[in-house]
């Protein structure tokens, strides 16, 4: 016997299956929902159905854009500077690099990383638009924003071994100790990359 009725079930279901959402939020969003006014799940639902059918991607970088058009906004933009490129792993990272207000270059977004224990292959991701971008393109500098994680490393690494051989400048984001962070209180892998990454003072 259903302690809850079908459809609540569903929903907590359904929310448990995001990320970072566990039973309990599930369950608070859901009855939530129950109590708030109808208008609250209708326009709800209808954000849901939007995204899907009113966004695509950029024909060119692969960044979330209006279905409508094709291109998005910074790649039809004839203010960004179209030598320099960064690669980012997901949408997301573009709009945190965005907030910053200090690049004005292009974007390819990958849409994953390299992860032979998923299964995700080069194939599986924007690599070859990538490397056609790069070819068809004079970029003068092609910036490597993937995440400082073992993935993301080995990511950045496969892309450097074969973006090099096109002889164009492959950089990679400075990684190491933050702004009014302790020496004392970094981690160890913090600390190598941040002496890793020392520079003159000049």
């Known amino acids: 016997m259903r302690a809850l009725p079908e459809p609540v079930q569903n929903l907590i279901d359904a929310f448990s299956r995001l990320p970072g959402i566990g039973p309990k939020t599930a369950s608070r969003l859901t ?8 208008e609250t799940s209708q326009s709800l639902s209808e ?14 970088c692969f960044n ?14 004839d203010q960004r500077d179209k030598s320099l490129l960064c690669v980012v792993e997901e949408p997301l990272d573009v709009l945190a690099i965005e907030k910053t207000g200090g690049y004005n270059g292009l974007y390819h977004v990958l849409h994953g990383v390299l992860s032979p224990i998923e299964g995700i292959g080069a194939e599986d991701l924007k690599i070859k638009e990538l490397y056609k971008r790069v070819q068809e393109n004079e970029f003068t500098e092609i910036i490597l924003a993937t995440n ?18 096109v002889g164009v400048r492959v ?30 003072l000049d």
């Open 64 to 77: 979330i854009t209006r279905s409508d058009t094709p291109i998005c906004e910074i790649c039809a933009s």
């Open 31 to 38: 009855f939530f929902l129950l109590r708030a006014p109808e």
């Open 171 to 200: 950089t990679r984001l400075a990684l190491g100790l933050p702004v009014g962070g302790d020496l004392e209180y970094a981690d160890q892998n913090t600390l190598l990359r941040a002496l890793a990454g020392r520079r003159n």
């Open 148 to 165: 400082p994680s073992m993935e993301g490393d080995a990511t950045a690494m496969y892309l450097h071994e074969n973006l090099a051989k």
């Open 47 to 60: 954000a849901l159905i939007g995204i899907k059918q009113r966004t695509g991607l950029c024909e060119v």
